[in-house]
């Protein structure tokens, strides 16, 4: 389809386990968003990417969390040695513009990497 | 930095009865607010937006006003439906990032 894929949908973990959850963007979309949603809370910012350069990573939890954009189009999200506290909905988001030129379009979402670490 | 608080919930409302959500938000700049939506087992998706101070924003019979003076961007719709049942996400964004509220589950009863 021509929406945001996420993959995979359900990942579940044992505590210490790396994990990649990937996004594959709307074609052409700018800006990509990774966010983390815990049950029965909104999306925490995690990262910001402007193509392939990653211009804001302050939402990222500890540096056990990595993510790359490396051609401007798929991204990953790195999760090294999981926690329990790092179960949750990850959410992949893009957008055609640019924070620069001034989001005020729409964010469109994937429907989200669930991962359960036990 | 910036933020939005919204209105707790769940909330639980019969059919065709009037809907308000509160939203209030903290911010340094000239931010634009939106209304996204979670339906059951699907994504977050955008019902409404607003751009600058005293923009309305509506879609499907909701609609918010952005004010300036209170901060506030509310939810509202006259007459809700069943299958206006979902979560609703108020969130704002400038040229740093873009942030949600928690989150108000809305449940319509027929």
């Known amino acids: 389809g021509a929406g945001v894929s996420q993959s995979p949908r359900y990942k579940v973990a044992k505590r210490g386990q790396d994990v990649a959850l990937r996004c594959d963007p709307i074609?052409?979309?700018?800006?990509l968003f990774w966010y983390q949603q815990a049950l029965g809370q909104g999306p925490e910012f995690l990262t910001y990417?402007?193509?392939?350069?990653?211009?804001?990573k302050s939402g990222l939890p500890s540096d056990r969390f990595f993510a790359e954009r490396p051609e401007g189009s798929v991204s990953t999200l790195k999760i090294q040695r999981t926690q329990q506290e790092d179960s949750a909905v990850y959410l992949c988001a893009s957008s055609l513009v640019s924070l620069s030129g001034g989001l005020v379009g729409e964010l469109f979402f994937g429907e989200g990497s669930r991962l359960t670490v036990l | 930095g910036n933020s939005v608080t919204q209105m707790e919930g769940p909330v639980t409302l019969s059919e065709e009865a009037f809907l308000t959500i509160n939203c209030t938000y903290t911010?340094?700049?000239?931010?634009?607010l939106f209304w996204y939506v979670q339906y059951p087992g699907e994504g977050l998706q955008l019902l409404l937006k607003?751009?600058?101070?005293?923009d309305k924003g509506s879609n499907k019979g909701f609609e918010a006003t952005y004010r300036k003076e209170t901060t506030s961007f509310h939810l509202e719709k006259g007459s809700v439906q069943v299958s206006d049942s979902a979560v609703y996400f108020c969130a704002l964004s400038d040229l740093m990032d873009m942030r949600f509220g928690a989150g108000t589950r809305l449940t319509v009863k027929p």
């Open positions: 607003a751009t600058k101070a005293d």
């Open positions: 911010a340094t700049g000239y931010p634009s």
């Open positions: 074609s052409g979309h700018v800006s």
């Open positions: 990417f402007q193509n392939e350069a990653q211009l804001d």
